[in-house]
């Protein structure tokens, strides 16, 4: 079944830490990452997210899906970014340093490629962690961790009941647009574009209508067994904090502390080799 | 009897805001500790409103005006908070998939606990413990789609019993599960009933099926009053249930035809335990003998035919359909039954091109069908789903009718003569310019019948017909759908209603794990015990009842019963809606 989340159930110490902290951790790699353009330190996140990816038992074949979709956007992502600001090295690092003879707008410059490569070593250094996380967490438990975290037990609880119902609501879509289809709403590139959008309203409201339904249900189901009773509630998936949580979240703390220190040493977010 | 009270109405009456008259009327109803009640009547009755009013949904989600007192452990319920009302009331929907809230069994059944903040170990030991109690502790990390009807009620009776609950409400408990489900869902509720003592209130309208256990007292209601409240023996020996449009067990509407006289100490609400002495036995043997005809079979013309289909769904490791023969003939009313699962849905996918065949072959009128779209076999193959909601779009009916012919560019003048007929076919011509959600579940079923006729097909394929209706409904329903059926179309229904197929169907065509195991009468069917064990059927009363009375062949005495129903109670029936 398709779902946002695509545990894969493999012992690993990965897996033993808790949903919170592996959010947590993911927010503070992201954010270092994201936060620095230190190449060393990017290079050593790389390796690091690697070595845990490596660790996490997650095999490539497992993921490739999404690492193919996050290349292809990763490509379009730099085109993009060369298309649009040929120049945004030089401007950064404040030197000039043509490649190989050549001049104009589009011309290649050691400063740009430079950019470009700590541009794709912070995509490098996130997506094995974004990707184990998204592998390694229960779904049911990710909303225990939410709530854990300080997110509202009904908005925590929300999550999970969206990962519950999405898969019936993708199993309702293909009916309803079976039987759509079988009274002559065309949904194949046959139609026209305005022919399409009112296809697509054809199968909506019947969604829609049904969804309302169910939702009622839902809600009345949920509150005939006291959801919504008090401020807190237990989670049978909640798994309590442990050492080794302790450690990752400290260790993910320290991430962050090294590249606000590097910020402060290069003076500025970015790691100057051309002067 | 001096059992405590747990809950009381005492001139108890009811109207939601949203409506004019009150949908409850001076209810008077008191329910002891231990007590299994069935709350039986019609739709509209008022029953499911009585059962918001207990598990306290009255007055927190739906609003309304309360009258007279209604008392839980002696407390005023508009006192309370919903809260308290679930610690004492616990209530399994009708819909178990919907009320599946976790993502896994052990998580849904430890939602109220969850709820109620209660901490590990006792969580998990608590969990444990009452998923052993319905028999799902096999299953405590599955999710809901890897578990079959029956498994996920099991899940919503733990999920409301870990609560510890001093009433529990089943509303309809059999309507989402195959008839011999059904039973185990039965037996269920009684061993659950007798291990915690609660007090059970079933509310459903499949009597004979409720009572294949003993329950102390049926309520029946009408209209919005109570107008029965007696013993099943007693209320079975009454008329109130004929009056009220309830259907009562199929073996005592055998024995009335017989005239043997029901009373209660004959003990007609089992008849296993009823006593049939042998003046009646002879007066239903004399039933039998009186006329038994013998059956016209006309001239057969194969319409549709499928030969050898199997069909793997994407993903997938177990072939759905398995090598399916069969066979319809044109003007044929036919059942396909079996499980969940069975591959009965997708069979019919199959047909209308939904999903397309590994290997086989099938015909309509000799035709391949393999080279036509969807679209096209649409025009020729009608399909209806179970929930009407899924396929309107429309808010007009005329609209909605007219949709499958417009999508086709049929001329305008055209639209509007076709669409008159299939509204007048469907008996909708009266509210042509309604919108649609002025209509009832039944009316709106019509609706969908019609937007498919309209495209004038030759076999019309529809998915559980009278899923959630009440008696009076499902004849409604089903009688048209014999008209329609008299009128030349090729009806193709799937269903785990056995009353259905005895009683409408020619034939059955039984699936059971992607295989047709037989194909053949219905009568004969649901008096065969392996076919009936496979496919999760349930052996028709009748059968029992005509060995009882030392009748030896039981098959030719159900079908004797239905060749009665349908040549003298359906004629008087339909005169009577002549003159109404």
């Known amino acids: ?275 | 009897m001096d059992r405590k009270i747990l809950l009381k109405f005492d001139g108890f009456g009811f109207k939601y805001n949203a409506q004019s008259e009150p949908t409850l009327y001076d209810i008077n109803l008191t329910l002891r500790r231990g007590e299994r009640i069935l709350i039986a009547g019609p739709s509209g009755c008022g029953k499911s409103t009585l059962v918001h009013c207990i598990n306290g949904l009255i007055p927190f989600s739906y609003k309304g005006e309360m009258s007279g007192s209604l008392t839980l452990k002696g407390r005023e319920t508009k006192d309370m908070s919903i809260f308290d009302i679930s610690h004492i009331v616990g209530t399994v929907l009708q819909d178990s998939d919907a009320q599946f809230v976790g993502m896994t069994v052990a998580e849904d059944i430890a939602f109220a606990l969850e709820n109620d903040c209660i901490a590990d170990p006792m969580l998990h030991d608590r969990v444990k413990e009452v998923a052993s109690m319905v028999g799902i502790d096999d299953h405590m990390r599955h999710a809901p789609d890897e578990l079959s009807g029956g498994q996920k009620q099991r899940v919503s009776v733990a999920g409301v019993l870990v609560d510890d609950v001093d009433i529990l409400i089943f509303d309809e408990p059999l309507a989402n599960l195959d008839p011999a489900t059904g039973k185990q869902a039965m037996d269920l509720i009684d061993r659950m009933q007798q291990e915690t003592g609660a007090t059970v209130i079933i509310v459903e309208h499949r009597l004979e099926d409720v009572l294949h256990r003993p329950v102390d007292r049926i309520v029946l209601m009408n209209k919005g009053r109570i107008v029965a409240d007696s013993t099943p023996d007693e209320l079975l020996s009454s008329d109130e249930l004929n009056k009220c449009g309830v259907r009562e067990p199929l073996y005592i509407t055998a024995l009335k035809y017989a005239g043997v006289s029901i009373t209660p100490d004959k003990h007609p609400s089992s008849l296993g335990r009823m006593v049939i002495d042998d003046a009646d036995a002879r007066k239903v043997t004399d039933w039998y003998h009186m006329n038994t005809r013998a059956v016209k079979e006309g001239t057969r013309e194969e319409l549709l035919k499928a030969e050898g289909v199997v069909f793997t769904y994407p993903g997938t490791e177990r072939k759905a359909l398995d090598g399916i023969s069969v066979s319809v003939g044109r003007g044929e009313m036919t059942a396909i039954v079996g499980t969940n699962g069975a591959g009965k849905s997708t069979f019919s996918k199959v047909i209308c091109g939904f999903e397309k065949t590994d290997e086989g072959i099938i015909t309509l009128s000799g035709e391949d069908l393999a080279s036509l779209s969807i679209k096209e076999r649409a025009e020729r193959i009608g399909y209806v789903m179970q929930n009407p909601n899924q396929m309107i779009s429309k808010v007009w009916i005329k609209d909605e009718v007219a949709m499958g012919l417009r999508t086709r560019g049929v001329p305008e003048d055209k639209i509007e003569e076709r669409v008159e007929k299939a509204l007048k076919i469907c008996g909708l011509w009266k509210m042509r310019k309604w919108p649609i959600s002025a209509l009832s579940f039944g009316q709106k079923k019509r609706v969908t019948i019609a937007a498919i006729l309209v495209l004038d097909p030759e076999i019309i394929i529809l998915d559980e017909p009278t899923a959630g209706q009440d008696y009076r409904h499902y004849t409604e329903i089903m009688e048209f759908l014999t008209e329609l059926n008299r009128k030349g179309i090729t009806v193709l229904m799937i269903t785990h209603d056995m009353h259905l197929m005895l009683e409408y169907a020619d034939r059955a065509i039984v699936f059971s794990r992607g295989h047709v195991i037989a194909d053949d009468k219905c009568y004969n069917i649901l008096t065969d015990k392996k076919i009936i064990k496979e496919a999760s059927l349930k052996e028709t009363s009748l059968y029992d009842l005509a060995l009882k009375c030392g009748i030896e062949d039981g098959t030719d005495f159900v079908k004797h019963f239905i060749d009665h129903e349908r040549e003298t109670v359906r004629v008087e029936q339909s005169m009577e809606e002549v003159y109404d």
């Open chain 1, 1 to 275: 079944m398709t779902n946002l989340f695509n545990y894969i159930d493999r012992p690993s110490p990965v897996h033993r830490l808790t949903g919170a902290t592996k959010f947590v951790c993911l927010m503070l790699w992201s954010f270092a990452a994201m936060s620095t353009y230190d190449t060393r330190m990017l290079a050593a996140l790389v390796i690091g997210s690697m070595i845990i990816f490596k660790v996490g038992r997650i095999k490539i074949k497992d993921v490739s899906f999404m690492l193919g979709f996050t290349a292809v956007f990763l490509v379009i992502n730099s085109i993009m970014i060369f298309v649009f600001s040929p120049r945004h090295g030089t401007e950064i690092y404040g030197t000039c340093t043509f490649l190989w003879g050549m001049s104009g707008r589009y011309a290649l410059t050691a400063e740009q490629l430079f950019y470009h490569l700590n541009y794709l070593l912070k995509y490098l250094s996130t997506i094995p962690i974004v990707l184990l996380f998204v592998c390694t967490t229960n779904p049911s438990e990710f909303a225990s961790s939410l709530n854990k975290i300080g997110i509202k037990y009904s908005v925590s609880y929300a999550v999970a009941l969206a990962l519950r119902y999405i898969p019936d609501i993708q199993k309702q879509y293909h009916e309803i647009s079976q039987a759509g289809q079988a009274r002559g709403i065309e949904m194949t590139k046959k139609a026209s574009f305005t022919g399409r959008i009112k296809a697509a309203a054809g199968i909506l409201i019947p969604l829609i209508m049904s969804s309302m339904e169910r939702i009622d249900i839902i809600s009345n189901a949920m509150e005939l067994r006291g959801f919504g009773k008090g401020k807190k509630r237990t989670w049978y998936m909640g798994r309590p904090f442990k050492v080794q949580d302790i450690l990752a979240m400290a260790g993910c703390g320290l991430l962050v502390a090294l590249a606000a220190y590097l910020a402060y040493v290069n003076g500025g977010r970015y790691y100057n080799p051309f002067i």
